[in-house]
């Protein structure tokens, strides 16, 4: 009887290791360029043992020996046959010219366990996405950007004071601090303020309970991790796992938080025309559409806010951070940035303004060379949704199924040396208006790329250049011995960020 079980049992693992052969042979049967890999975690190990960050790992595929030569390569996601696409002009194609055959994204969170992740812009697939995206989309045009500019300044001058509270050393007239925490200060304080009209006091207080709130969902704690982990690789598992984006304590806070927000605009009865404007007018719209009564629903709206909260904080101090790191590395480009202040603030007495900050050259070629040697948000994908597959290629004539995730590494693109000579070397001659010129289409996207690209490419970089602008016209920025020689990723988090953060000398060196 046992030897009839043992034998049993033993043809079962033989069988389950020559389908996995087989399953994980699928690019190789196909005659299709791909990346060997590994059965059960397919190409994503390093991901997978938190030895790289998932912006890491892609670029590390991007990069193989074996997708040398290849505008698309073949590997797995864990059991997920999935392709890397390569080529700017494919890329061009997925994310653009055919985005009607891959309009969601793969990753998604449980709609049943978890709506308020499900809902969010970032995660709806396609068809709630189209109704909601035009919603939101026109309050971070460039006009809006524009009428905004006011309170980023506010905050900004809030920075200034955040600083000048900091301990100095009398003798050097200088301060070491953490870049990133110090940032994210000033980001969360910028979003709550021009997104929801209320002054999250971050900076005033930095254990103030937006902020608070901010820096517990980012926490990298294993159920967190392995949430979204799921969410982005492994998608069909998320109603099994009862995956959640945020806690349900966050959840609440934000419930209340957006409560909060809707009963003081509509005691006060004014109309900037913000996020918090745009959720009153759902809340009364009589109008039916196909999926008004999801939209009208007080989670739904705590699901764009959420998501807007975590989408402008992070990418964007990390910007802020990388930048200042890299002007530090780099004193003569310092100089050169902040003699350009110098002169708008004499030409403005002492304001630069909106149109002011667009007409500075050199900042506007610091902040694009920053996003390109660290895009925070590192690599973008999609679904395949045509049911009648997609032609990838005329030459193989390989069609992509229905539900095959398709994924890009930004960080792979930015750092490919076909496209930007000298990758890892921080120029920003590369963004000099003649250089621009020169640049492959779609070989440089910090924000994505076409109708489901990020929905803060105008309000970022500006929110980054204040920042910027605010901390380089009273201090110069210089590295010291607790600054990394170069800049390891934290492998847990979702934005890149520095391992263990970014610490930075400030001078006192007020220019104006
Ligand atoms: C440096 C700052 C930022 C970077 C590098 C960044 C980058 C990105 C990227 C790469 C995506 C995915 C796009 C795609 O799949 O093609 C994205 C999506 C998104 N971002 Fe940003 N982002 C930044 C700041 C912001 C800000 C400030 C906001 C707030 C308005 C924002 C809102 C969003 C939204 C709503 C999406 C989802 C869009 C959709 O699915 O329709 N982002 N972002």
């Not at 030409?347 to 920053?370: C, W």
């Not at 210089?478 to 990723?489: A, D, Q, R």
Request: charged share 25%; hydrophobic share 40%; net charge neutral.
């Amino acid at each position: 009887m046992l030897t009839v079980g043992l034998t049993l049992g033993l043809s079962l693992i033989i069988a389950a290791y020559y389908w996995l052969r087989q399953h994980y042979r699928y690019w190789e049967k196909l005659g299709l360029p791909h990346i060997p890999s590994t059965l059960i975690v397919g190409n994503v190990y390093d991901l997978l043992s938190s030895r790289s960050c998932a912006g890491e790992q892609f670029m590390t595929l991007h990069h193989h020996p074996a997708a040398n030569g290849h505008d698309f390569v073949g590997i797995h996601v864990l059991h997920n046959h999935a392709l890397l696409l390569r080529a700017p002009e494919l890329i061009k194609r997925v994310l653009v010219s055919d985005f009607s055959k891959f309009g969601s994204r793969f990753a998604r969170s449980d709609p049943v366990g978890d709506e308020i992740g499900a809902l969010s812009l970032f995660f709806a697939q396609y068809d709630i996405w189209k109704e909601i995206r035009p919603i939101f989309s026109p309050l971070y045009t460039y006009g809006k950007v524009k009428q905004m500019y006011p309170l980023l300044t506010q905050v900004g001058y809030k920075l200034e004071e955040y600083m000048s509270t900091l301990k100095f050393d009398e003798e050097t007239n200088s301060t070491v601090v953490e870049v990133k925490s110090m940032c994210a200060l000033y980001t969360t304080d910028v979003i709550a303020s021009v997104a929801f009209g209320i002054e999250a006091n971050s900076l005033s207080n930095p254990k103030a309970e937006v902020r608070n709130k901010c820096i517990e969902v980012n926490d990298p704690r294993f159920k967190r991790l392995l949430h979204l982990f799921t969410m982005f690789f492994a998608p069909k598992l998320v109603g099994r796992v009862g995956t959640h984006i945020y806690s349900p304590e966050f959840e609440e806070f934000m419930r209340s938080f957006i409560k909060y927000a809707m009963d003081e605009r509509m005691r006060s009865g004014a109309h900037p025309n913000d996020l918090v404007d745009v959720f009153l007018a759902l809340k009364e719209r009589t109008i039916p559409t196909a999926k008004a009564d999801v939209m009208q629903k007080h989670d739904f709206f705590v699901a764009q806010a959420a998501f807007l909260l975590l989408a402008g904080f992070d990418t964007s101090s990390s910007t802020i951070s990388f930048a200042l790191y890299e002007l530090a590395r780099h004193p003569e480009m310092q100089r050169r940035l902040r003699a350009e202040l110098l002169e708008a603030l004499e030409k403005g007495d002492g304001v630069i303004d909106y149109e002011a900050v667009n007409a500075l050259p050199y900042l506007r070629m610091v902040v694009d060379e920053t996003l390109r040697l660290y895009p925070s948000n590192s690599f973008v994908e999609r679904r395949c949704t045509a049911v009648e597959g997609y032609l990838l290629d005329s030459e193989s004539g390989y069609r992509i199924p229905e539900g095959m995730p398709i994924y890009i590494s930004i960080l792979g693109l930015h750092r490919d040396e076909r496209l930007w000579p000298k990758p890892l070397e921080f120029d920003p001659e590369r963004f000099s208006p003649e250089n621009r010129k020169l640049h492959t289409p779609m070989s440089y996207m910090p924000f994505g790329g076409g109708p489901r690209g990020c929905m803060g490419t105008m309000l970022a970089p500006m929110e980054i250049k204040a920042g910027l602008i605010h901390i380089l016209k009273n201090y110069r920025v210089e590295t010291c011995s607790l600054t990394p020689s170069e800049i390891k990723f934290n492998a847990k988090a979702f934005a890149l960020a520095g391992d263990g953060g970014t610490r930075l000398s400030f001078v006192k060196d007020k220019i104006y």
